[in-house]
């Protein structure tokens, strides 16, 4: 017999979707590539995790200039992350090229 009520799975189905919504909207990403941080500043919401991914042929750094958090060198393909809970501008350097700076804008 056919159940005319969603089946659990399907219920499963789409409270798992939603979660992943959820937790998509709270991540951000910043790209490292030709000696530049990609967006140069991103906007996020509090308590969403950044991720730096280095598609750059040299290894990089993500360094807080207050001291908040602080990578060590980020190797061609890997990635760093820190989660920002509360709101506020955070500057951040590449230690190895110090031109190499950007900015994390939390809401
Ligand atoms: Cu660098």
Redesign the pocket.
């Known amino acids: 017999m056919r159940a005319k009520t969603p089946t659990i799975a399907a219920l499963l189905a789409t409270t798992l979707l939603a979660c992943q919504a959820s937790l998509a909207a709270l991540s951000g990403q910043v790209v ?1 590539k030709d ?1 530049m941080f990609v967006p140069t500043t991103l906007t996020v919401k509090a308590g969403t995790t950044v991720t730096w991914a280095n598609q ?1 042929e ?4 993500v360094y807080s200039d207050t001291g908040l958090f602080r990578s060590s060198a980020i190797d061609t393909g890997e990635a760093f992350s820190f989660r920002f809970d509360t709101p506020g501008t955070y500057h951040f350097v ?4 110090p031109r ?1 700076v950007g900015t994390i804008v939390v809401e």
């Open positions: 490292i000696f750059d040299e290894p990089h750094t590449c230690t190895i090229h190499m």
